[in-house]
């Protein structure tokens, strides 16, 4: 049985967990993060749901399967790669354009961020997916 303080200071850090992961997303293109260590920030906290309270209550809080997770992670890899050949240029190839977002001007968005979210995904879906299994079988 969690704790009832393990219970109580759950959402707040999760909350704070899922912040710090697009933080570390977002920022590790250009610095240390990315998608890989987004993804085992934001699958720390599910983890972290699953300790204070079960595999089914997290699974829910989920509302996506971990597999789905990780398939579309992979395959936003794959369109990552394919928009370099579209371009004319090799697979995997950065393509870059500048998009106009209000209050911040043009913004350079690129490939390589599709590739990090994709990692992202893919990276949440797989640790989620063992963390999950191994859950459930000591239950």
Same mark, same amino acid.
């Given at each position: 049985?969690p704790s009832l303080?393990?219970?109580? &200071?759950t959402?707040v850090l999760i909350?704070l967990?899922?912040?710090? #992961? !697009? +933080?570390?997303?977002?920022?590790g =293109?250009?610095?240390p993060?990315?998608g890989? &260590?987004?993804g085992?920030?934001?699958?720390?906290?599910f #983890?972290? =749901?699953? $300790?204070? +309270?079960?595999?089914p209550? %997290?699974?829910? $809080?989920?509302?996506?399967?971990?597999?789905? $997770?990780?398939g579309l992670? $992979?395959?936003? !890899?794959?369109?990552?790669?394919?928009?370099?050949?579209?371009?004319g240029?090799a697979?995997?190839e950065g393509?870059?354009?500048a998009?106009?977002?209000p /209050?911040l001007?043009?913004v350079?968005?690129? %490939?390589p &961020?599709l590739?990090?979210?994709?990692? +992202?995904?893919?990276?949440? /879906?797989?640790?989620?997916?063992?963390?999950l299994?191994?859950?459930?079988?000591? %239950?």
């Amino acid at each position: 049985m969690p704790s009832l303080i393990l219970r109580a &200071v759950t959402p707040v850090l999760i909350l704070l967990l899922i912040i710090v #992961s !697009i +933080y570390a997303l977002l920022r590790g =293109h250009q610095e240390p993060g990315g998608g890989f &260590v987004g993804g085992l920030i934001i699958a720390a906290a599910f #983890s972290l =749901h699953v $300790l204070a +309270y079960d595999v089914p209550s %997290t699974r829910r $809080l989920l509302r996506v399967a971990p597999q789905t $997770l990780m398939g579309l992670g $992979l395959s936003t !890899i794959l369109l990552s790669g394919i928009l370099g050949l579209l371009a004319g240029g090799a697979f995997l190839e950065g393509v870059w354009m500048a998009v106009p977002v209000p /209050g911040l001007g043009l913004v350079d968005v690129g %490939t390589p &961020v599709l590739f990090d979210v994709g990692v +992202y995904a893919a990276v949440m /879906g797989m640790v989620l997916m063992i963390i999950l299994m191994v859950a459930e079988m000591n %239950t």
